[in-house]
């Protein structure tokens, strides 16, 4: 209670600017933290939490969630790399109705392949990055070919150049979402990884959503200094379907607001292997991510990640060996950075998207495509905010 108690004295102590909300005012508190002291006493650690408890600024109390175990099988399950969901511990927060925080249910090693996906092959074409409005098609075409050696030798060579992979911010797939229009169309669609999809829908089965489709992902890369901005995820079509987040890497502090920004937001930690779901009254909530912490003795990584992906896989598994070298690549990335992957249903079942007013707007929208995609002057400093921040 001490540390909670100082957290949020602090919070307390930090000067309105003119014009600030309540969420903008915590999250610029968190964004100037000092990690290892007591301010960080109001942020909710679901991986070591006790059920009804009250928390820190925008205090909720702690609450279990509960699964539908029979949706998804042991042997699924460990398809996807997940351990029996009856072994998964679930929680939500009072007056958050939808909400469900699920701490690191992968089984030992298999985030392995998560993260090697992200940095290996989820940045490749034809998928869109934001790399692509400053750089010709045929300069991204296989970031990791390009960076991975950058990457291997980065603790020996510092003061080297940032590789392609390390200025990577954020790669969307399946329905590409348009920055500029806020919207997704049909004619801006390529295959959804297959893997990520299976993923996907195991945890939504879990969370009640059996009939989930990934039919959207946005991947963002954070680095140590990075941050996402206040937003709502609210150009999907259909807003009854959840939003699922998969964090790997370093942690980092993510912000739950209310409908209104002027509702005080709740703070909790996101670690290595964390699965958020936001559905139902908390689908379009407010947002935002103000820090992403370093490891407590330098550059490491988080203890989950040091063990090996083990080699005998199910014979039907979607997950994929990953060898000692490419995983030296993924670790030395993930030594001062994190990935985090938001999958979402875009249409309704039977739904299609509405018809533009004219051919016209139907050309401007199909042109502003990757070669449009811009992260400058964004709320988020690195990373790429999700949509409609």
Known sequence: MGKMAAALGSVATLATEPGEDAFRKLFRFYRQIRPGTADLGGVIDF?????????????????????NVSSVSEHDARRAGLQPVSKWRAYGLEGYPGFIFIPNPFLPGYQWHWVKQCLKFYSQKPNVCNLDKHMANEETQDLWEQSKEFL???????????????????????????????????????????????????????CGFQDFRAEAGILNYYHLDSTLGIHVDRSELDHSKPLL????????????????????????????????????????????????????????????????LPADLPRDSVVEPC???????????????????????????????????????????????????????????????NPDS
């Not at 408890?53 to 702690?62: F, S």
């Not at 990757?370 to 690195?382: E, V």
Request: hydrophobic fraction near 30%.
């Open 245 to 308: 987040s998969f964090s790997f890497g370093q942690s980092a502090i993510f912000l739950l607001g209310g409908l209104q920004r002027d509702e005080t937001p709740t703070a909790m930690f996101m670690h290595s292997g964390d699965i958020m779901v936001m559905s139902g009254s908390s689908r379009l909530l407010n947002h935002a991510v103000p820090r992403v912490l370093p490891h407590p003795e330098g550059e490491g990584l988080p203890r989950c990640l040091e063990t090996p």
């Open 47 to 67: 991986s070591a939490t006790h059920t009804s408890r009250d928390t820190g600024p925008g205090a909720h109390k702690v609450v279990r969630s509960q699964l």
């Open 323 to 385: 060898s000692v070298q490419d995983w030296q690549v993924c670790s030395n990335y993930l030594k001062t950075a994190r990935v985090n992957m938001t999958v979402r249903q875009v249409l309704a079942t039977d739904e299609d998207f509405p018809l533009e007013p004219t051919e016209e707007n139907k050309r401007d929208l199909s042109s502003s495509g990757s070669c449009r995609l811009d992260d400058h002057n964004s709320q988020i400093k690195r990373a790429r905010p």
């Open 152 to 206: 291997r030798c980065k603790e020996m060579n510092k003061r080297r150049p940032r590789s392609l992979l390390e200025k990577l911010r954020w790669v969307t797939l399946g329905y590409h979402y348009n920055w500029d229009s806020k919207k997704y169309s049909a004619d801006h669609y390529t295959p959804f990884p297959s893997d990520l999809a299976f993923l996907s829908e195991q945890v939504a089965a879990a």
